[in-house]
């Protein structure tokens, strides 16, 4: 049975994919939310523990809010990394300029990081604000139609407005690891000789939780970061209409072993591909830690589009 | 009374869902057009090259007078076409008769090196690469809108209210011959 998985398809079910994961999370955290006010104990005097949860979401909230508001900056502090303008370099700016016009995206800004490994990355609160870089080596080393579906990637992830997405996912991360944090930090501080027995084993459960959750919240981080990369696969295909474009411009980004300079922990999500090589892991339980998925995986929902592989997958 | 109010409760969620179905395809309508006034700008900005260019062409190949007239014929009819379907066919005659006007350039090497000339052919092939995508925009646009009035149950609101099928940008084979019939 040669059933055809085009982009369309594995456009919607990535976006229902999304939902689902969020709609789990946002689960997940209220009960861990909940497990550990109880936890804290009602506020005598102090907090309380609804108190303290609000004190979580607040902190993890402003901080958050702040990184994604000024997002389009985080390019200007790259070191080496240009504007590019009209008359610098024409052939760049137009191909940026009409995958845009074919999206209905306001032209980003565009800056070029001079560093020669391939890679690329698209960031900013909303499309008005919004920037997209390259490396100088990613433009000498692909061809103009791999190039055309790089950046096609890249403008999907500014039209499906990841950089909001994952700004509310790392405020639910932020404050789960802030609220387990405040509650093992205030075990340290407790009477001991005030729990009975039935408290023991609800003290077990709530540091059970506070030591694994914030483990499970970077997890479905990671997952919901390595969905909208798929995402952001068949949106880009959707522009360019040539599957096999985005799929030559993986493999040889992936074949060229330079890692980037200026990438880090913090904003390695952003990129094209893992802008940390070597570090990738490889098998099923390590690719849980991935921020991106292995690169076969995406060649194969790729081939699927052209409808060169029929297994489904993803 | 309890089933008054169920009765109540259907008919009042039955006309929130009419508003906002409602709503929804004014928007897609909306988007369309706006999708098929950037597809008009780029239009304009190719017809408003091509005098240029054939005059730049024109004072190194004099004699070439017949892509001239055909260059000069394939502007106007994308400029007096009107719906989508003609417009993609004058677009496409448009592109065809450019092609030969290049081929023709070809041949002059003077007319080849020169900088305004070159500058007029990357703004005229940039040009032709904003029309496909501006088109591409507006085919998915219309894609959306006709998605919704063909399918249950938007398509009860939508011919309700009068909606209509836009048509894509699309040269189809019966507009290809009336177009060249009056030539």
Same mark, same amino acid.
């Given at each position: 049975?040669?059933? !055809?998985?085009?982009?369309?398809?594995?456009? &919607?079910?990535?976006?229902?994919?999304?939902?689902?994961?969020?709609?789990?999370?946002?689960?997940?955290?209220?009960?861990?939310?909940? !497990?550990?006010?109880?936890?804290? #104990?009602?506020?005598?005097?102090?907090?309380?523990?609804?108190?303290?949860?609000?004190?979580?979401?607040?902190?993890?909230?402003?901080?958050?809010?702040?990184?994604?508001?000024?997002?389009?900056?985080?390019?200007?502090?790259?070191?080496?990394?240009?504007?590019?303008?009209?008359?610098?370099?024409?052939?760049?700016?137009?191909?940026?300029?009409?995958?845009?016009?074919?999206?209905?995206?306001?032209?980003?800004?565009?800056?070029?990081?001079?560093? &020669?490994?391939?890679?690329?990355?698209?960031?900013?609160?909303?499309?008005?604000?919004?920037?997209?870089?390259?490396?100088? *080596?990613?433009?000498?080393?692909?061809?103009?139609?791999?190039?055309?579906?790089?950046?096609?990637?890249?403008?999907?992830?500014?039209?499906?407005?990841?950089?909001?997405?994952? $700004?509310?996912?790392?405020?639910?991360? #932020?404050?789960?690891?802030?609220? $387990?944090?405040?509650?093992?930090? &205030?075990?340290?501080?407790?009477?001991?000789?005030?729990?009975?027995?039935?408290? $023991?084993?609800?003290?077990?459960?709530?540091?059970?939780?506070?030591?694994?959750?914030?483990?499970?919240?970077?997890?479905?981080?990671?997952?919901?970061?390595?969905?909208?990369?798929?995402?952001?696969?068949?949106?880009?295909?959707?522009?360019?209409?040539? +599957?096999?474009?985005?799929?030559?411009?993986?493999?040889?980004?992936?074949?060229?072993?330079?890692?980037?300079?200026?990438?880090?922990?913090?904003?390695?999500?952003?990129?094209?591909?893992? +802008?940390?090589? *070597?570090?990738?892991?490889?098998?099923?339980?390590?690719?849980?830690?991935?921020?991106?998925?292995?690169?076969?995986?995406?060649?194969?929902?790729?081939?699927?589009?052209?409808?060169?592989?029929?297994?489904?997958?993803? | 009374?309890?089933?008054?109010?169920?009765?109540?409760?259907? @008919?009042?969620?039955?006309?929130?869902?009419?508003? !906002?179905?409602?709503?929804?395809?004014?928007?897609?309508?909306?988007?369309?057009?706006?999708?098929?006034?950037?597809?008009?700008?780029?239009?304009?900005?190719?017809?408003?090259?091509? +005098?240029?260019? @054939?005059?730049?062409?024109?004072?190194?190949?004099?004699?070439?007078?017949?892509?001239?007239?055909? @260059?000069?014929?394939?502007?106007?009819?994308?400029?007096?076409?009107?719906?989508?379907?003609?417009?993609?066919?004058?677009?496409?005659?448009?592109? *065809?008769?450019?092609?030969?006007?290049?081929?023709? $350039?070809?041949?002059?090497?003077?007319?080849?090196?020169?900088?305004?000339?070159?500058?007029?052919?990357?703004?005229? &092939?940039?040009?032709?690469?904003?029309?496909?995508?501006?088109?591409? =925009?507006?085919?998915?646009?219309?894609?959306?809108?006709?998605?919704?009035?063909?399918?249950?149950?938007?398509?009860?609101?939508?011919?309700? =209210?009068?909606?209509?099928?836009?048509?894509?940008?699309?040269?189809?084979?019966?507009?290809?011959?009336?177009?060249?019939?009056?030539?």
């Amino acid at each position: 049975m040669a059933t !055809v998985n085009t982009a369309w398809d594995q456009r &919607s079910s990535n976006i229902f994919k999304t939902w689902v994961i969020m709609f789990f999370f946002t689960l997940f955290t209220i009960v861990v939310a909940y !497990v550990l006010a109880l936890g804290f #104990g009602p506020a005598d005097g102090g907090f309380g523990g609804v108190g303290i949860v609000g004190i979580a979401l607040i902190i993890a909230g402003v901080m958050n809010i702040v990184s994604y508001y000024y997002s389009d900056k985080i390019v200007l502090g790259i070191s080496g990394a240009k504007e590019l303008k009209h008359n610098t370099n024409k052939e760049i700016y137009h191909l940026v300029e009409n995958l845009c016009i074919a999206s209905g995206l306001p032209t980003p800004k565009i800056y070029i990081i001079d560093d &020669s490994a391939t890679n690329a990355f698209a960031t900013g609160r909303d499309p008005k604000h919004s920037a997209i870089a390259l490396t100088s *080596g990613i433009i000498d080393k692909l061809h103009k139609a791999e190039l055309e579906a790089v950046i096609a990637h890249e403008l999907s992830h500014i039209g499906n407005r990841d950089t909001l997405l994952m $700004a509310v996912v790392a405020v639910l991360v #932020g404050s789960i690891a802030l609220l $387990a944090d405040f509650y093992l930090r &205030s075990l340290w501080f407790k009477d001991s000789d005030s729990d009975s027995k039935g408290n $023991a084993i609800f003290l077990i459960l709530a540091i059970v939780a506070a030591v694994l959750a914030p483990l499970v919240a970077t997890l479905i981080q990671l997952a919901v970061s390595r969905r909208r990369e798929f995402l952001a696969d068949s949106s880009g295909v959707l522009l360019t209409r040539y +599957p096999k474009g985005l799929e030559d411009a993986l493999l040889k980004i992936s074949a060229d072993k330079e890692p980037l300079e200026v990438a880090n922990r913090g904003t390695a999500h952003l990129y094209i591909i893992n +802008p940390l090589k *070597g570090q990738q892991a490889v098998g099923w339980f390590a690719g849980l830690f991935n921020t991106h998925p292995p690169i076969p995986a995406r060649i194969k929902a790729l081939q699927e589009m052209e409808g060169l592989s029929t297994e489904a997958s993803a | 009374m309890i089933a008054f109010y169920i009765f109540a409760a259907a @008919v009042f969620f039955i006309l929130i869902w009419f508003l !906002v179905t409602y709503n929804y395809l004014v928007t897609l309508r909306n988007r369309v057009r706006e999708a098929w006034s950037q597809i008009d700008v780029q239009l304009k900005r190719r017809s408003s090259l091509i +005098p240029n260019l @054939v005059e730049v062409v024109k004072g190194y190949a004099k004699h070439e007078k017949s892509v001239f007239e055909e @260059v000069t014929k394939a502007r106007t009819a994308l400029m007096d076409a009107k719906k989508p379907g003609e417009k993609a066919v004058a677009n496409d005659m448009l592109t *065809g008769a450019l092609k030969s006007l290049f081929a023709v $350039a070809e041949a002059y090497p003077n007319l080849k090196a020169s900088e305004n000339f070159k500058e007029l052919q990357a703004e005229v &092939s940039d040009t032709e690469n904003k029309v496909a995508a501006s088109r591409q =925009f507006y085919n998915t646009n219309v894609l959306d809108l006709n998605n919704s009035l063909q399918t249950i149950p938007s398509m009860w609101v939508g011919s309700m =209210f009068g909606f209509k099928n836009e048509e894509f940008f699309k040269a189809s084979e019966s507009e290809k011959a009336d177009i060249k019939v009056k030539f």
